[in-house]
Structures are given as C-alpha cells and as structure tokens.
C-alpha cells in the first residue's frame, strides 16, 4: 500500500507560480512511475504530466513549456512547479503512483485556482 498526500495548492493570479507537492508513503517510491492528472469541474480527469522512474517526463501539449515535474527519491516526494499560470490551470491536482508490480494508488488532491 502507498499513500500519497499532496500540498501546494491554493489561489493564484494568472502568470504566477505554485509548486505542488506529493509525498508518498512506503520503501519502493522508487520504483513507481509518478504522474499528476487533474480535473476541472465538469470535466474528466486529464494527465499532466509523468516522470519514470529513470526520470524520464511526458506532459500534456496544454502544459508544455510551463509546468515541470521532478521527483526526489530520497524524500519519497515528486513535484509539479507550475509557472504562467492561466485560468485554464484551475482544477483540483491529484498525484498518481503506478507500477506493473505494486499496483496503482491515487491522492485525494488538492485545489488550484487561478484568478484575478
């Protein structure tokens, strides 16, 4: 079993930065591929972005360029830094922990709204 908690959230202005946080429960963090999904209301739940666990990272087109995810094994923790913000940005941001192995394990989220 993993548990993930993730931090960071909150309101934000348009062009500003959050960084998010997820940390992650267990001894094999390592050994998980890492992603952020989120979802706006009354939208499906999109992905983000991924790191492997070699750290090789995907994003989505939307986020290219602005958001990047990283990972630090030792604290069992991945990130989202998140710059230029826009509205379009708003959502709730869940961290997902996948392996072939050890199964798949979701946060419950955390808000991030960005407006004026």
């Known amino acids: 079993q993993v548990q993930l908690v993730e931090s960071g959230g909150g309101l934000v202005q348009p062009g500003g930065s959050l960084r998010l946080s997820c940390a992650a429960s267990?001894?094999?963090?390592?050994?998980?591929?890492m992603a952020w999904y989120r979802q706006a209301p009354g939208k499906q739940r999109e992905l983000v972005a991924t790191?492997?666990?070699?750290?090789?990272?995907n994003y989505a087109d939307s986020v290219k360029g602005r958001f990047t995810i990283s990972r630090d094994n030792a604290k069992n923790t991945v990130y989202l830094q998140m710059n230029s913000l826009k509205a379009e940005d708003t959502a709730v941001y869940y961290c997902?922990?996948?392996?072939?192995?050890?199964?798949?394990?979701w946060g419950r989220g955390t808000q991030v709204t960005v407006s004026s």
């Open positions: 790191i492997a666990t070699g750290g090789s990272t």
């Open positions: 997902r922990a996948q392996s072939l192995a050890y199964g798949s394990y």
């Open positions: 267990g001894s094999i963090f390592s050994m998980y591929v």
